[in-house]
């Protein structure tokens, strides 16, 4: 099972953490968007649906741990596993990860700015969601903490596997496409950096 240790180092190393801490003063308590109201799993396709924006991936139904994937989030930017696929939507609702609070206000925004390239974020093509994403990160808007905070949930979902028990490239699909093997208690037998790495310290270069 997944310590909540576990989670918060993984959210730490790739600043998950520090993220939400810090736009945590932005939240507001406010009633989510309107044009969500009649379809509130439009909330968790767009979450998605940003998700992809930030680090893209294929089309796909389910995610590593088997949840749903809204059909409308993913835009097929490429031909790997994003972020969506790799359980970010699960990490914005982890309650460790505290994303939930600032929810309301990162999506009133993502909305009033999506509206301005012709619709609802999920709706809009890739390119104009790149164009809302760039918009919020933008240094002059005031509420760009928020869109560094959501934007860090995807990166951290990818690159640290942060809800997969078993972090191995066979359980986490971000590993797989960054090539790396995942965790190994007892090391990996076979690997070798093929080269010294040091003569400074040892006789060979390398640890007996």
Not at 51 to 65: E, M, N, S, Y
Not at 82 to 94: F, N, Q
Request: net charge neutral; glycine share 8%.
């Amino acid at each position: 099972m997944l310590t909540r240790r576990d989670l918060l180092g993984r959210a730490a190393q790739t600043g998950l953490a520090a993220a939400v801490s810090s736009a945590l003063p932005l939240a507001r308590l406010a009633e989510p968007p309107a044009a969500y109201a009649a379809d509130p799993s439009q909330l968790d396709g767009t979450l998605q649906a940003f998700a992809d924006t930030i680090v893209p991936g294929r089309k796909a139904t389910k995610t590593d741990l088997g949840n749903a994937i809204h059909p409308q989030a993913i835009a097929g930017m490429d031909k790997l596993p994003g972020a969506v696929e790799t359980d970010a939507l699960a990490l914005y609702h982890h309650p460790l990860t505290g994303f939930d609070a600032l929810e309301p206000t990162f999506l009133a925004d993502l909305d009033a700015r999506a509206l301005q390239q012709g619709g609802d974020f999920l709706s809009l093509s890739f390119d104009k969601r790149v164009a809302v994403c760039l918009a919020g990160l933008d240094f002059a808007n005031p509420e760009r903490l928020l869109w560094e905070a959501a934007a860090a949930v995807p990166f951290t979902a990818f690159c640290a596997a942060a809800l997969v028990e078993e972090q191995t490239a066979a359980k986490a699909s971000g590993y797989r496409v960054m090539g790396l093997p995942g965790k190994a208690p007892n090391g990996y037998k076979n690997f070798s950096y093929g080269k010294p790495l040091s003569r400074e310290r040892t006789k060979k270069g390398y640890l007996p």
